[in-house]
T-cell receptor, first 114, second 115 residues
Framework: DAKTTQPNSMESNEEEPVHLPCNHSTISGTDYIHWYRQLPSQGPEYVIHGLTSNVNNRMASLAIAEDRKSSTLILHRATLRDAAVYYCILRAPNYGGSQGNLIFGKGTKLSVKP | EPEVTQTPSHQVTQMGQEVILRCVPISNHLYFYWYRQILGQKVEFLVSFYNNEISEKSEIFDDQFSVERPDGSNFTLKIRSTKLEDSAMYFC?????????????FGSGTRLTVV
């Protein structure tokens, strides 16, 4: 899986939007961009993923740059419960029946202030 | 919402003892994974499993580790002779398909403490 670069930490105020950046300049044309998060003392949790177009779900939005070399996870209104480590992960599609695996980096630790 | 269930939540064992960590993946998922996270470090891939056999494994997953799907619902990780450095959170995950267009669902983990 290609490498991603994320800030080590970010701070946000409760009820404000949060934009978590991720750089992936070596992304290949078929790599998917996945975001997971890990709340304190819990397992990782799937947040969202996309390929080329921006994506929205109930948890967040994913904005993908036109050249796909960067992406941004958007939490529209941060809550205290959103304090977690957020991981941006690239995944190649699996062809030919072989399985890939999710490779976690260090992620961005998001703190949310009341 | 369907969950991946792991038991026990915390296990303490003596060095050299065998431990079995248990997981119940989501019922219609076919692909299963184990990850571990040593305190303060990254989440690390251990092994993936499909159709009753290992699909991929990392360098961490040596001969001391084994996985099994003993029945239609459980997925287990066995460590034959535990070492102090095996102390970590162990996470089980499952997915519908292994392709990158699908996400994984993780359990809450088992904290293994080797003393």
């Amino acid at each position: 899986d290609a490498k991603t670069t994320q800030p080590n930490s970010m701070e946000s105020n409760e009820e404000e939007p949060v934009h978590l950046p991720c750089n992936h300049s070596t992304i290949s044309g078929t790599d998917y961009i996945h975001w997971y998060r890990q709340l304190p003392s819990q397992g990782p949790e799937y947040v969202i993923h996309g390929l080329t177009s921006n994506v929205n779900n109930r948890m967040a939005s994913l904005a993908i740059a036109e050249d796909r070399k960067s992406s941004t996870l958007i939490l529209h209104r941060a809550t205290l419960r959103d304090a977690a480590v957020y991981y941006c992960i690239l995944r190649a599609p699996n062809y030919g029946g072989s399985q890939g695996n999710l490779i976690f980096g260090k992620g961005t630790k998001l703190s949310v202030k009341p | 919402e369907p969950e991946v269930t792991q038991t026990p939540s915390h296990q303490v064992t003596q060095m050299g003892q065998e431990v079995i960590l248990r997981c119940v993946p989501i019922s219609n998922h076919l692909y299963f994974y184990w990850y571990r996270q040593i305190l303060g470090q990254k989440v690390e891939f251990l092994v993936s499993f499909y159709n009753n056999e290992i699909s991929e494994k990392s360098e961490i997953f040596d001969d001391q580790f084994s996985v099994e799907r003993p029945d239609g619902s459980n997925f287990t990780l066995k460590i034959r002779s535990t070492k102090l450095e095996d102390s970590a959170m162990y996470f089980c995950a499952s997915s519908d398909l292994p392709t990158a267009s699908y996400g994984y669902t993780f359990g809450s983990g088992t904290r293994l403490t080797v003393v």
